[in-house]
C-alpha cells in the first residue's frame, strides 16, 4: 500500500506528520512519501519520511494570502515552475498506484485531484466558524464582509465539487459544524476531531518553584516566522509590562514559548530595553512578576491560566485547552489585523482582541472578575478545537477506506 502525503505549510506538515505516524504504527508495511509544496518539509525529513520532487522555500513563507504582494514576490522567487515541476511529480507517482492525503487548503486539494488517484482531504484551514457559530450567521460590518457567506458555505463551490467527486474517498474537517454543513452537498465528511489538538502533552517542566498563593501564569505566545515573531514580541513584552504595572498586589509568572531555531538573544535583548532584570536563573524580573524564555511549548500553555498571542495555531491550542487568549494585531505577513480579526470569529468567545498593548491590562481583569465567562471559554474551546487522539482516529479511518478499495480494486482486476 503506498501513500503520497501532501501539505502546504509548516502547521499542515506537522498535522500530516502526526497522522503519517498513526498509519504507520497501525500499518507498518505502508509505503509513505511526501510532498510539501510550501518549504522543505523538514519535519518530514526529522521523522525519516521520505520527500518526493522539488521543494523550495518561498519568500511568503506560504502566507500568499494575506497580501498580493506577497505573490507577486513567491512569483519572482520561482513558484511558477516550482508548481509545474509538483504537479508533474504528482502525477507521475501516481501512475505507479496508490493514494494521496491532502492536508491544509484548496492547494494541496487540487493537487491530489490532479493526480487521478483516491484521495482524502484534511481540512486546517477553513471552519464555517469563520462565518456561523451554533445560533446562526455571525454579524459582519459591511456588505462586503456579508458576501463571504454568499454560497452558504466557507468551503466555496469549486471546493465542495473538489471535495465531492467520486476519487475523493473522505473528508476530515476540523470541527462538528463545518462535518454538518459539508454533508449537505453529499460530502462524504466525518468529524473524528482535529489533529491539532494532538501531541500537546507536557513533559512536566517547572518554571518557578512552588509559591503560595501561586502566580497567575500567563503563556506568551509571539509565533515562529521570522522576523514576524521578533515584531511581535515587543508588543507582547509592552503588554506584559503593562499588565505588571497594572496589578501590582499580583504575583505574575510569563512564560514565553520560544520557537526552536529563533535567535534567543533578540528576545532578550527586548527584555532588557524594556526594563526586566536578568536573574542568575535565566529569568527576568520586573518587581512582582517573572519572565521565562522557553521552548517548551506544551508545558507553556499547559501551565498558563490564559495567554496574550500573537500566532495561529498555538493561539488555537491554546484556546482548545481551555484557556483564554489576548490577541493583539501585527504588521504580517501573517498577524495582520485581518488575521487577527478572523481568529475571533474562528475562536468566539475564548478570544479578546485588543487594539495596543495598553489594553491589555483591562482586559485580563475583567477575565478574571467573571468566573462564568472563565467557564464558558473552557467549554467553548474544547467544542471548537476537539479532544486529542483524532490523528489516531483518522489514520484508522483511512486504512479501513484505502485498504478496502485496494481490496476492491485487486478483486475486479482478477475478473
Known amino acids: 500500500m503506498r501513500l503520497l502525503c501532501i501539505s502546504n505549510g509548516h502547521g ?44 523550495k522555500p518561498m519568500p511568503s513563507g506560504g502566507f500568499v494570502y494575506m497580501d498580493g504582494r506577497q505573490l507577486a514576490r513567491d512569483l519572482r522567487g520561482g513558484l511558477a515552475q516550482l508548481t509545474r515541476t509538483q504537479l508533474q511529480t504528482v502525477r507521475s507517482w501516481a501512475k505507479q498506484g496508490g493514494f494521496v492525503l491532502a492536508v491544509g487548503d484548496i492547494v494541496p486539494l487540487l493537487f491530489a485531484w490532479w493526480s487521478r488517484a483516491p484521495y482524502a482531504f484534511v481540512g486546517t484551514a477553513k471552519s464555517e466558524y469563520y462565518l456561523r457559530d451554533e445560533h446562526g450567521l455571525l454579524p459582519r460590518r459591511s456588505w462586503f464582509e456579508q458576501l463571504e457567506s454568499w454560497s452558504g458555505s466557507v468551503y466555496l463551490p469549486w471546493e465542495r465539487w473538489l471535495l ?9 474537517p476540523r470541527d462538528r459544524i463545518t462535518t454538518n454543513l459539508l454533508r449537505r ?40 516566522r521570522v522576523p514576524e515573531a521578533f515584531e511581535n514580541w515587543n508588543l507582547i513584552v509592552q503588554s506584559a509590562t503593562t499588565l505588571q504595572k497594572a496589578m501590582p498586589d ?26 526586566w532584570r536578568q536573574q ?18 506544551n508545558d507553556c500553555i499547559h501551565q498558563a491560566d ?3 498571542a500573537m500566532a495561529g495555531t498555538a493561539t488555537e491550542q491554546l484556546v482548545g485547552l481551555g484557556k483564554p487568549a489576548i490577541t493583539l494585531p501585527g504588521k504580517g505577513p501573517q498577524f495582520t489585523p485581518a488575521f487577527a480579526e478572523a481568529q475571533t ?4 468567545c475564548s478570544v479578546t482582541l485588543v487594539d495596543r498593548p495598553q489594553m491589555v491590562s483591562s482586559a485580563v481583569k475583567a477575565l478574571l472578575n467573571d468566573p462564568d465567562r472563565l467557564y464558558q471559554i473552557q467549554q467553548n474551546g474544547q467544542q471548537r478545537m476537539g479532544t486529542d487522539g483524532a490523528a489516531q482516529r483518522i489514520a484508522a479511518h483511512l486504512l479501513k477506506e484505502f485498504q478496502s478499495r485496494e481490496f476492491q480494486s485487486r478483486e475486479f482486476q482478477s475478473r
Open 164 to 172: 465531492s467527486r467520486p476519487r475523493c474517498r473522505a473528508v476530515f
Open 306 to 308: 490564559l495567554g496574550i
Open 12 to 55: 499542515e506538515d506537522t498535522i500530516a506528520l502526526r497522522i503519517v505516524q498513526e498509519l504507520q504504527q497501525q500499518f507498518p508495511a505502508i509505503e509513505i512519501v511526501a510532498l510539501p509544496i510550501v518549504g522543505e518539509g523538514r519535519a518530514y525529513q526529522r521523522q525519516g519520511i521520505p520527500i518526493v520532487g522539488a521543494v
Open 345 to 348: 470569529r474562528l475562536l468566539g
Open 250 to 275: 499580583r504575583s505574575l509568572l510569563f512564560v514565553a514559548a520560544i520557537a526552536p531555531g529563533l535567535d534567543m538573544t533578540e528576545f532578550q535583548q527586548t527584555l532588557r530595553v524594556q526594563g
Open 280 to 297: 542568575a536563573d535565566e529569568s527576568y524580573l520586573q518587581v512582582n512578576a517573572h519572565l521565562v524564555l522557553t521552548p517548551k511549548f
Open 185 to 224: 452537498w453529499q460530502i462524504r465528511a466525518f468529524d473524528l476531531g482535529n489533529p491539532m489538538m494532538d501531541g500537546l502533552e507536557p513533559s512536566g517542566q517547572t518554571f518557578l518553584p512552588a509559591v503560595e498563593p501561586p502566580p497567575l501564569t500567563i503563556a506568551l505566545l509571539p509565533g515562529s
